[in-house]
C-alpha cells in the first residue's frame, strides 16, 4: 500500500525532498524536464552560506549557518573548508562593521576580526587598501555534485529518476490530481503517470507549473548575472563587509573565480538575457574588491533566477517561514497537491525535511526525517 509522489523539479530543492521521502518509505517519482540541475541549482555561485550575508534577519542567518554545519557532517565530500573573508572597502563598509559582528553573535556564527596584515597574508588579491577584515565559516560547493549526491541517496531507497521528462498536464477528477500528464524528450512521447501525492518543485517555474492545474504560485523568478574570470585569484570566499548589494561577492572554484551578482524581477524565467552593463557591473565591483580582476579576462557569464517568494496572503492558509514557503493548494480545491518555493541551496535539506513533514501527514507516514544525521551517497553513485 505504498504511496506514490510525484516530485516535479530536479533542482536541489526537488532533489532532497525526493530524497526525504524516499527515505521515509514513500514511492518517489522525481520528473525533471532538461538534464539534473539544468534550472537555477546548476547555476548558482557555489557558497555554501555562512549566514553572515543575511545576518539584517537574525533567523535566517541561523538557519543557514546550522544548515551549512549539517551539509558538510552528513557530506564532508561536498564541501570545500576554505572559509570565508568580509572586507571593508570604504568608510561605509567600516560603518557597517559593529552592526554586522553584533548580529553574528546574537544568530551564533563564529567569526573572527583579522588585522589588515593577516587578511592580505591570507589572500594577497584582496585590496591592499582594506579598512577591516572578518573571517567567517563560508564553503564552496560544485552544485552539479551536491544534487547528484542527493539523487544517489533517493535512488538508494527505491526513488525513480527521471530527467527530460517534462510535466505538461495534470488529470484532476473530484478535486485532487489523479494523474501527471507527462512528456518524455528523448522519444517525444507523452504518458499518464498516476499519483497520491503531487510536490512542485519547480522554484522560479512553480507558478507556470501550477498553472496546468488552474492554480498559482506568488513566486517572483529574481534573476542574478555572474561573471567567471579565467584565472583562481583567491581561496576563501571574498564578501564586501556591507548589505547585500550587486557584485559583492567572488567565489573560488577549481580553476575560475565567479564575481556575483545582480537582482532583478521578471515574469518568465524561460525568456531572461543576460544585460551587458550587468557584466560590467559586476567587473567594477569585483575590481574594489580584488583589483587584479581589471587585469584578467572573462571566461563566461552566466545567468539563473532565484524562486523569491512574492506576497503570501495569511487567509489563503499558506504556510510561510521568513525563508520559503510551501503552499497547500487543498485550499484552493486541489487536495493532494503542494508547492515549495524560496530559500537557497544552502538550506534545501532543510526545505525538503518541512515539505516532507507536511506530506507525509497527509499520505499517513510515520516516519521521522532522517536526513540531518545519515551521510549523504557520494555524487558518483548516482551513475552506479
Ligand atoms: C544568481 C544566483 C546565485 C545563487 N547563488 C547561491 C549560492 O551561492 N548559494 C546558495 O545557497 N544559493 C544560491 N542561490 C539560490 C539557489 O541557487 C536557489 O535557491 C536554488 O538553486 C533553487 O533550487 P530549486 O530546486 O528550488 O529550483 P531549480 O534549481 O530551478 O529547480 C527547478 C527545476 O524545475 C524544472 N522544471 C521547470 N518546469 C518543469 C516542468 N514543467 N516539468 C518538469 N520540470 C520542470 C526546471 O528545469 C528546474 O531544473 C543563487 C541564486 C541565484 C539566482
Not at 499558506?318 to 497537491?337: L, M, P
Request: aromatic share 8%; proline share 5%.
Amino acid at each position: 500500500m505504498t504511496k506514490h509522489v510525484v516530485v516535479i523539479g530536479g533542482g536541489v530543492t526537488g532533489a532532497a525532498i525526493a530524497y526525504d521521502l524516499a527515505q521515509r518509505g514513500a514511492r518517489v517519482t522525481l520528473l525533471e524536464r532538461g538534464s539534473i540541475g539544468s534550472g537555477t541549482s546548476g547555476r548558482t555561485h557555489g557558497l555554501l552560506h555562512s549566514g553572515c550575508r543575511y545576518v539584517k534577519d537574525v533567523d535566517v542567518a541561523r538557519e543557514c549557518y546550522l544548515e551549512n554545519v549539517t551539509l558538510r557532517r552528513i557530506a564532508p565530500f561536498l564541501f570545500e573548508k576554505n572559509g570565508g573573508l568580509f572586507v571593508a572597502i570604504d568608510e561605509s563598509d567600516l560603518k557597517y562593521k559593529d552592526f554586522f559582528l553584533k548580529k553574528c553573535e546574537e544568530a551564533g556564527i563564529p567569526v573572527k576580526e583579522l588585522d589588515r596584515n593577516e587578511a592580505l597574508r591570507l589572500e594577497p588579491n584582496l585590496n591592499p587598501e582594506l579598512k577591516a577584515a572578518v573571517l567567517v565559516p563560508d564553503g564552496t560547493f560544485d552544485p552539479l555534485k551536491v544534487l547528484l549526491s542527493f539523487l544517489a541517496s533517493a535512488k538508494l531507497h527505491g526513488a525513480d529518476i527521471r530527467p527530460f521528462s517534462e510535466v505538461v498536464g495534470f488529470r484532476i477528477e473530484s478535486g485532487a490530481i489523479k494523474a501527471v500528464r507527462v512528456l518524455d524528450k528523448t522519444s517525444e512521447r507523452e504518458y499518464e503517470l498516476e499519483a497520491d501525492y503531487v510536490v512542485n518543485a519547480t522554484g522560479a517555474w512553480a507558478n507556470k507549473v501550477a498553472r496546468l492545474a488552474g492554480l498559482s504560485v506568488p513566486v517572483k523568478p529574481s534573476p542574478g548575472v555572474m561573471v567567471a574570470l579565467n584565472a583562481r585569484i583567491g581561496h576563501r570566499v571574498f564578501n564586501r563587509l556591507n548589505k547585500p548589494g550587486d557584485g559583492d561577492i567572488i567565489i573560488h572554484q577549481r580553476g575560475t573565480s565567479v564575481i556575483g551578482t545582480t537582482s532583478w524581477v521578471v515574469e518568465d524565467p524561460d525568456t531572461v538575457t543576460i544585460p551587458r552593463e550587468h557584466v560590467e557591473l559586476m567587473l567594477k565591483r569585483g575590481t574594489e574588491l580584488a583589483p587584479i580582476v581589471a587585469k584578467l579576462k572573462v571566461k563566461a557569464t552566466f545567468v539563473s533566477s532565484r524562486p523569491l517568494v512574492g506576497a503570501v496572503q495569511a487567509s489563503t492558509g499558506r504556510e510561510v517561514s521568513r525563508s520559503f514557503a510551501i503552499i497547500d493548494h487543498a485550499r484552493e480545491g486541489v487536495e493532494n497537491f503542494a508547492s515549495i518555493i524560496g530559500g537557497k541551496f544552502t538550506t534545501a535539506r532543510l526545505m525538503a525535511e518541512k515539505m516532507a513533514d507536511f506530506v507525509a501527514e497527509r499520505i499517513g507516514i510515520t516516519q521521522p526525517c532522517r536526513t540531518a544525521d545519515t551521510p549523504l551517497a557520494p555524487y558518483w553513485s548516482y551513475f552506479t
